[in-house]
């Protein structure tokens, strides 16, 4: 699921990737390419580690010095690389197994032009570039056949998490929350009041959430409407107020890997 980012959003996003200490297991920092090859074993590996460590989305930054975290620019432009005769994203999703999502966003930060790849974690099985699958050891990007202790969570972590555990949207502010969940129907099965504002709502879908504040949504369990609603499950991260709701964005469709939007009125 892509949703459409503001700038604001995307540059806070940077910010609080920066203040990371170092590089980690889901997060790359670059200041320019050298060879898109580099990309396709980056996204493999950081699409395995987000699955492995539980995150929902991976990123690599480029215009970011990976020494102290400050904003240096880039040269990098995915919109005009090319390998060949093929656009980088195309040749990029050619080559990775099984379909991944991802994608470039630019991103202007003090003056300077810093991209961002958003890399939605693996499901199902590792992600493959060129028939090899990666991992992220630290901050260093590893064949994840020599690390078969990894390789065995991995496997046990997608045997394990169902489709609706997923989180389908990360970080979403409040108004796109309401946009995205259907919190009529919701009310409606809990046979409970509709509150009158958005801030009710928000904090009746979540008792500690902070308007203003950025919410992670999980996928749907479609059989059971009512058994969804009662799976609202809430956390404090130290950025803030998280609700992760069971009604999601998005569901397996039954050919390959692609997935298919679910309707805000569809109930089940």
Known sequence: MRLERPPEYLVSLVRELCKLTGESEWVEFKVNVREPEEVGEHISALANSAALVGKAFAYVVWGISDRDHSVVGTS???SVARVGNEALENWLLRLLEPRLNFRFVQVPMDG?????LEIERAF?????FRG???IRVGSYKKKLKDFPERERALWRIF???????RIAAER???DEVLRLLDYPTYF???KRPLPENRYGILNALCDDAWPGGHFNCRRPRRPNPAE???RLECDEPRSGAVCQAARGLSEPSTEGDASRPISRKQSG
Do not use: G, K, M, N
């Open 124 to 128: 199902r099985q590792p992600a493959r």
């Open 172 to 174: 979403v502010a409040d």
């Open 188 to 190: 409606d099965l809990l």
């Open 132 to 134: 090899r699958e990666y």
């Open 112 to 116: 300077h032009s810093v991209i961002v």
């Open 76 to 78: 990098f432009d995915p």
């Open 228 to 230: 969804r609603c009662e």
């Open 159 to 165: 045997d394990q998490t169902p489709f609706e555990d």
